[in-house]
C-alpha cells in the first residue's frame, strides 16, 4: 500500500508515482469500458434498439454522471483521504460494465450502464484533485493532457480489442463480459500506486483548511457558464459509431464487415485525441489556455455542421471524425487545467465536482435531443441544434471578461481569465 506523504514536487519531477499511477488506471479503464462503448450501439440491435434507445442509455447515463461527479467532489471536500473512495468509483465502472453483458432488456442496460457511469463521474473530480495536489501550476497543462493521452490511448486499444475479436467471430456479449480484466487491474492500479499529500495528525495544512468557507472565485462561475453551453451541443460519441455503420450499409442494416470498419474509424478518433492532448496541455502551459480552449471548442463547431450538411457522405464523416478527436482532445485537457488554475486547493475538489456536473448535464441534454432527432430523420436539425449551442459557449467565453470583468477591481480576475 503506497504511503501517503507531503514531500513537495520539484519541477523536474512532475512525472511523479502519483500521475503515473493515474495515467495506467485511466488508460485500463478506458479500454474497459471503450470495448463496450465500441459495440453497444449494434448490441442495442439484436435487442431490437435503436439510437433513440441510445440516445436515452447515453443521457441517463449522463445524467446519473453528472449527479454523480458532483457528490464526488463533494466527499473529496469533505474526506482527508481521496484514494480509497476514487478506488470504489473504478470497481463501480468495472463491475457496472461487466454486467451489460447479462442484460436483455432496455431497463437492465440502463442500469447497468448508469451504475458504470456513476462510477466513473464519483471518481473523477478526486482524480483531478488528487492529479492537481501532485503537479506543480506551470505543468497542470501537461498533466491533464498526458492524462487524457492515456485515456484516449485506452479507447484506442478497447475498440481495437472489440474489432479483433468480431473479426474473430466473438459476439457482442462476450466482448462485454470480459471488459472486466482491464477494470480491475485499473482499480489496482490507482489503489497502489497513488501517492496523497495528507497532513499528519496535529499540523496545520494552509493550502487545505484556509479559507474553506470561502465563496468561489467570480471568474470560476463565468466560465463554468461557458462550458456547460457548449456542453449541450457535446453529445455522445457513441453516435458517430452509428453514423458510420449506417453510411457504410446499403440498405441500413448492420453486417460484421460494416460494424468493424465502424468500430475502426472509431478508434482512429480516439487516436487523434491521444495524439493531440499531450502537445495541447503543453501548449497551455506556453501560452493561454483559454484561447486554446476557445479554439478548440470552435473546431466542434465545424465538425457538427459538417456532420449536419454531410452526415451521409463518408469522406466527410472521416473528416468530422478527425476534426472531432482533435476538439475532444482540447477540451478535455484545457477545461480541468483553467479550473485548477481558477481555483484555490481548498476549494478544488469541490469545483471539479461542478464542473464535471456542469458538463455532463449539457452532455444528457445533447444526448437526448440528437438521439431522438436522429430517430425520427432529422439529422441536420440535431447536428445543427449542436453546432449552435456551442457557437453560444464560444460566445460567452469571449464576452463574459468584457461584460462581467470591466472593473478596475476585476482587472486581476480578466488578467486570470486571459492566462
Not at 447515453?58 to 484514494?83: C, P, Q, T
Request: aromatic letters at 12%; hydrophobic letters at 50%.
Amino acid at each position: 500500500m503506497p504511503l501517503e506523504t507531503s514531500e513537495k514536487r520539484t519541477p523536474s519531477r512532475w512525472l511523479t508515482t502519483t500521475v503515473l499511477g493515474i495515467i495506467l488506471a485511466t488508460f485500463f479503464s478506458d479500454v474497459s469500458h471503450e470495448m463496450c462503448t465500441a459495440v453497444l450501439p449494434m448490441y442495442l440491435t439484436t435487442v431490437g434498439l435503436g439510437p433513440a434507445a441510445l440516445g436515452v442509455i447515453e443521457g441517463l447515463a449522463d445524467f446519473l454522471v453528472s449527479i454523480s461527479k458532483l457528490l464526488g467532489g463533494y466527499v473529496g471536500h469533505r474526506v482527508r483521504r481521496k484514494r480509497p473512495w476514487a478506488t470504489l468509483g473504478y470497481l463501480m465502472t468495472t463491475f457496472g460494465t461487466w454486467g451489460i453483458a447479462f442484460a436483455g432488456s432496455l431497463a437492465a442496460i440502463v442500469t447497468l450502464r448508469g451504475t458504470a457511469w456513476v462510477g466513473r463521474g464519483f471518481r473523477s473530480p478526486l482524480r483531478d484533485y488528487l492529479l492537481a495536489d501532485s503537479v506543480e501550476p506551470a505543468y497542470y497543462g501537461r498533466a491533464y493532457g498526458l492524462e487524457r493521452t492515456g485515456d484516449m490511448l485506452g479507447a484506442v486499444l478497447g475498440p481495437l480489442i472489440a474489432m479483433l475479436l468480431i473479426w474473430g467471430g466473438w459476439s457482442f456479449q462476450s466482448i462485454i463480459f470480459w471488459t472486466v480484466l482491464p477494470g480491475l487491474i485499473a482499480a489496482g492500479a490507482f489503489f497502489f500506486l497513488i501517492r496523497e499529500r495528507v497532513k499528519a495528525t496535529g499540523t496545520h495544512d494552509a493550502g487545505q483548511t484556509q479559507n474553506v468557507n470561502a465563496p468561489f472565485p467570480r471568474v470560476f462561475w463565468l466560465f463554468l457558464i461557458g462550458v456547460f453551453l457548449f456542453g449541450m451541443g457535446d453529445f455522445s460519441r457513441t453516435f458517430l459509431v452509428w453514423l458510420a455503420a449506417r453510411s457504410l450499409g446499403q440498405d441500413g442494416s448492420i453486417v460484421t464487415g460494416t460494424l468493424s470498419l465502424a468500430v475502426l474509424l472509431y478508434l482512429a478518433h480516439n487516436l487523434v485525441s491521444a495524439i493531440a492532448a499531450y502537445p495541447v496541455g503543453q501548449a497551455g502551459d506556453r501560452g493561454s489556455k483559454m484561447a486554446i480552449l476557445i479554439f478548440g471548442y470552435s473546431l466542434g463547431i465545424v465538425t457538427n455542421l459538417l456532420l449536419a450538411w454531410h452526415h451521409a457522405s463518408f469522406g466527410w464523416l472521416i473528416v468530422a471524425i478527425i476534426l472531432s478527436g482533435v476538439y475532444i482532445a482540447v477540451e478535455e485537457t484545457l477545461e480541468k487545467a483553467v479550473a485548477a488554475q481558477m481555483l484555490p486547493r481548498s476549494k478544488r475538489s469541490l469545483g471539479f465536482g461542478i464542473l464535471a456536473c456542469g458538463n455532463a448535464v449539457g452532455d444528457m441534454l445533447s444526448s437526448l435531443y440528437v438521439g431522438l432527432l436522429l430517430e425520427m430523420n432529422l439529422a441536420f436539425w440535431a447536428f445543427a441544434c449542436a453546432a449552435a449551442f456551442g457557437a453560444l459557449g464560444v460566445l460567452w467565453l469571449l464576452l463574459a471578461p468584457r461584460l462581467f470583468l470591466s472593473s478596475k477591481s476585476n482587472q486581476a480576475a480578466r488578467e486570470h481569465w486571459r492566462s
